[in-house]
């Protein structure tokens, strides 16, 4: 399926074709044009409706390994060819050709959507389905002093031309909703939350129960609230699925990406067809589950998306690869080179990324667990970028004892490498799943997924007060 382009195609050529003749190997356009749309809603008032519209053209030039970028918001002719000059301007040499012909690459939408922002004509039904989770929230107890949630759509429109003739275009909308409720008692607060998003219009919204999104948000602040100190110390640790990929996501997935393994900053840099984890693990990037938060139909650099196999029994068998990225380490382009937007050059990034389900059931794990911590929410932590060494906290924990969970536990924290975990995880749930999120990197931050069964990692450094 394809969309109007957002550049006159006699316009792109002359502007790549004047990059050619300045010398580049390589040139390419990248127009983006995005709409966006968000209703906030605060102490059971409706505090904010936001919506704004950007347009930009992200103007690319490779020298060998050496990437110049930068951008406009005018499809002016003129302009264009005066940022390629400047770009140019260091490393003109003699031209590779002065004429560009487009191929017009076609594809399928894979994430067709129902309602999409541009007819946005359903406010009053998502002001609606706020104050019903603020209502259903305040409803669980008393203790719930305060909730906020949002709704927030955005719909990008991409249009991308290259000097190998490549002329293709895109339309992308996403939804994503959030709860967050806070508990209250004495002096004592606790949070809880959840927000889960689609590759969708707000037809997402009717797969998102508020019912249960709101008692979620609240039941998690309200066990939180009075809950028993966490033991520290070196504990084997069950982490449930969803959310619980975070930490293969930072401390593993980035370690993945050709933009740290060129560089040789990551400590899989060599490791490829080595055993890195336990042969209980597989791990996959892709993005190509229907509708899922981070897949595409295609990547930033007209490339479709595909399913790419990073660990494969516990051996690495891939790497994530964008074209420069490609091109410094001979590993083949993966459809994974992403950008927040037109500010931004490309870079391999990952887009849905998980461990893949294995045999087991929740309760097959925990009963060969004595004494440990059941991790059934992660939230946020730090991650040293090339060593994988993180520091997470757990948002909802409870302590294992005698194969049975017991009691909540607060202040958790996991703390470890993403090398030595891989190593350490023993048992493999059935139970995969996904859970959207926002990745940060060298361009910038992008809409990824991402998720895992339920994981036995039978020992793990635990930080806790208890």
């Not at 066990?223 to 982490?239: E, Q, T």
């Not at 799943?433 to 940060?440: D, F, K, P």
């Not at 895992?452 to 930080?463: E, M, R």
Request: glycine share 10%.
């Amino acid at each position: 399926m394809n969309h109007p382009l957002l550049l006159d195609s006699e316009v792109a050529g002359a502007v790549l074709d004047h990059a050619l003749a300045l010398g580049a190997d390589f040139a390419e356009l990248f127009i983006e044009r995005r709409r966006r749309s968000q209703i906030s809603l605060l102490s059971s008032q409706i505090e904010s409706i936001s919506g704004g519209l950007d347009f930009g053209i992200g103007i690319r030039l490779c020298y060998g390994h050496k990437v110049l970028y930068g951008y406009t918001n005018s499809r002016e002719r003129a302009e264009l060819l005066r940022i390629v000059t400047l770009l140019a301007a260091k490393d003109r040499r003699d031209p590779l050709t002065t004429r560009t012909a487009f191929n017009f690459l076609t594809h399928a939408d894979h994430h067709p959507v129902r309602q999409p922002l541009e007819r946005d004509r359903m406010l009053e039904a998502k002001i609606a389905y706020l104050h019903t989770l603020d209502r259903v929230a305040r409803a669980e107890s008393p203790l719930i002093s305060q909730f906020s949630g949002s709704a927030l759509g955005w719909e990008q429109e991409v249009s991308l031309f290259n000097s190998e003739g490549l002329q293709m275009s895109d339309r992308r909308h996403y939804n994503r909703l959030s709860a967050q409720a806070i508990a209250s008692k004495g002096g004592e607060q606790s949070t809880g939350s959840d927000s889960p998003g689609a590759l969708m219009g707000w037809e997402h919204s009717a797969l998102i129960d508020p019912q249960q999104l709101a008692q979620g948000a609240a039941r998690q602040a309200l066990i939180k609230l009075g809950a028993s100190p966490c033991p520290s110390g070196k504990l084997p640790v069950i982490m449930d699925n969803g959310f619980g990929g975070v930490i293969f996501h930072e401390a593993c997935g980035h370690l993945l990406e050709t933009t740290s393994v060129a560089k040789q900053a990551s400590v899989f840099h060599d490791k490829m067809g080595e055993l890195i984890a336990n042969p209980v693990v597989s791990a996959v990037d892709e993005g190509v589950t229907p509708h899922a938060w981070g897949s595409l139909n295609v990547d930033d650099e007209g490339m479709a998306t595909q399913r790419t196999q990073l660990i494969k029994e516990g051996v690495l068998t891939g790497f994530l690869a964008d074209r420069m990225g490609a091109l410094k380490t001979g590993y083949p382009r993966t459809g994974s080179g992403r950008r927040e937007s037109y500010k931004f050059a490309p870079a391999s990034r990952m887009r849905n990324t998980y461990i893949e389900a294995g045999p087991h059931s929740l309760d097959d794990m925990l009963a060969t667990v004595e004494y440990g911590i059941y991790a059934k929410k992660m939230g946020g932590g730090s991650v040293q970028p090339g060593t994988g060494e993180f520091n997470f906290n757990v948002q909802e924990a409870y302590l294992i004892e005698q194969g049975k969970v017991t009691r909540p536990l607060k202040s958790a924290t996991l703390i470890g490498t993403g090398p030595q975990v891989l190593k350490e995880i023993s048992m493999v749930g059935n139970n995969l799943a996904l859970a959207a999120g926002m990745c940060g990197s060298v361009s910038g931050s992008v809409p990824a997924s991402v998720g895992q069964p339920a994981i036995k990692v039978d020992s793990i450094l635990v930080g806790g007060n208890g």
